[in-house]
């Protein structure tokens, strides 16, 4: 699925957001279709921009894609009722009006029919199922939340870290995210899958572990176990004053993709969430008796 899949200019414009690829995970993610253009609310046509594939007798393919726009018009049609079905259509587009049928007919830049649909005319959703899954797909972008990483520590957050003794760094939860949107019969799902975290640990270094890290158990010997995702202070902060405290940063990296009821699926690339948290970084004492 491309970033912005569809976007529907001049009768309706879906959304005028631009597409968030990395978002602080306090905010609500999302993406729309890039919009612009496009004509007055009185026209008889619309404008669809075909980023996600060509589409055709009434179903959409999330392969390839041009990036043109599809002029796309209404032509009313009669509705004959009973078990004879719809009548013959107008050759003249008119603006349409909600609860009448209409033949929505579109054309690419060389005038082809690319996309027909009969529909009874929805001011929510003027295009049908033309492209349903992908913007139920944007819909369900829309609604995804990512979860703060739940920062933990040994020693413990609250109690000081030691200049020269590994702290053990890993989160709390390591979870999928996902939301879902429906729109024309189609439910589109998305789902974020925590792949890697960050840490910046406040004094210039880094740490970069492929999973949440592994859990301290404080009923084991500390020689019994290991971990990669750790870091050793090599002095205490004094950018803080006399509290000795650095800015203990995790950024979790997730990978988006999306799966439709129709089969149709796509790739949204990455997204990050991060949080903070401050530790106190002291050095060990000397006792002499």
């Known amino acids: 699925m491309s970033r912005g ?6 009768l309706l414009v879906l959304s005028s957001t631009a597409l968030v690829q990395s978002v602080d995970a306090a905010s609500v993610p999302g993406h729309a279709p890039t919009t612009g253009g496009g004509v007055d609310g009185d026209s008889p046509y619309v404008f669809v921009r075909e980023l996600a594939g060509s589409a055709s007798g009434g179903s959409a393919s999330a392969m390839g894609g041009s990036g043109s726009d599809w002029r796309c018009g209404y032509f009313p049609v009669v509705s004959a ?11 003249t587009a008119a603006a349409p009006e909600k609860g ?9 830049s060389t005038g082809a029919v690319v996309y027909s649909e009969l529909l009874v005319f929805d ?39 030691l200049v020269g ?10 979870e999928s995210a996902s939301a879902s949107a429906s729109l024309a019969g189609v439910t589109s799902t998305v789902t ?36 990669d995702c750790r870091h050793v202070y090599t002095r205490r902060s004094t950018a803080s004053g006399p509290d000795g405290t650095y800015t203990l940063t995790a950024t979790v990296t997730w990978t988006v993709s999306w799966q439709a009821t129709n089969g149709e699926a796509g790739d949204l690339g990455t997204l990050t969430s991060t949080a903070s948290t401050s530790v106190q970084v002291l050095e060990a004492q000397a006792v002499i008796t």
């Open 5 to 10: 899949v569809i976007a529907v200019l001049g």
């Open 81 to 91: 009722g009973g078990d004879t079905g719809w009548g013959a259509a107008s050759t």
């Open 100 to 108: 009448m049928p209409y033949l929505l007919e579109c054309r690419d």
């Open 123 to 161: 001011p929510g959703n003027p295009i049908g199922t033309l492209f349903a899954a992908q913007r139920a797909a944007d819909e369900a972008y829309k609604r995804l939340v990512l979860p703060l990483p739940s920062i933990t520590t040994s020693p413990p957050l609250g109690k000081p870290q």
């Open 165 to 174: 003794v590994p702290t053990w760094l890993w989160l709390g939860s390591w």
């Open 192 to 227: 974020a899958v925590p792949q890697s975290v960050s840490w910046t640990t406040g004094d210039g270094a880094q740490v970069t572990c492929s999973g949440p890290g592994t859990s301290y158990d404080f009923s084991r010997p500390a020689a019994s176990q290991s971990t």
